[in-house]
Nanobody
Framework: VQLQASGGGLVQPGGSLRLSCVAS????????MEWYRQAPGKQRDVVAT???????YLSDFAKGRFTISRDNAKNAVYLQMNSLKPEDTAVYYC?????????????WGQGTQVTVSS
């Protein structure tokens, strides 16, 4: 199973982007799906998480600006980012996990670059 992330790009401050991450297969069903980001020289931080049932978690810096959603049928997760700031510049990674034969397996997307600059 591979996760394919897309939707990054260059946007001006105050602009919006929508990131998408889709699994290459619909099975196994992903449990949590989430977005991380990593700026140059910094650690990778969680941005937002959504469970299969739809429960959501947003990091403080994302609250009020970012929205996470998912399509369980497609094993896909989305991140709508509004009111973007230069400090949101980072590589954004999707992550998911699934239970297979009683063990949890992690999957990572390849990352998509988001640059917020005028």
């Amino acid at each position: 199973v591979q996760l394919q992330a897309s939707g990054g790009g260059l946007v001006q401050p105050g602009g919006s982007l929508r990131l998408s991450c889709v699994a290459s297969t619909s099975s196994p069903t992903m449990n949590i799906m989430e977005w991380y980001r990593q700026a140059p020289g910094k650690q990778r931080d969680v941005v937002a998480t959504i469970t299969w049932g739809g429960s959501k978690y947003l990091s403080d810096f994302a609250k009020g600006r970012f929205t996470i959603s998912r399509d369980n049928a497609k094993n896909a997760v989305y991140l709508q980012m509004n009111s973007l700031k230069p400090e949101d510049t980072a590589v954004y990674y999707c992550h998911a996990n699934a239970e297979i034969a009683g063990a949890w397996k992690d999957y990572w997307g390849q990352g998509t670059q988001v640059t917020v600059s005028s």
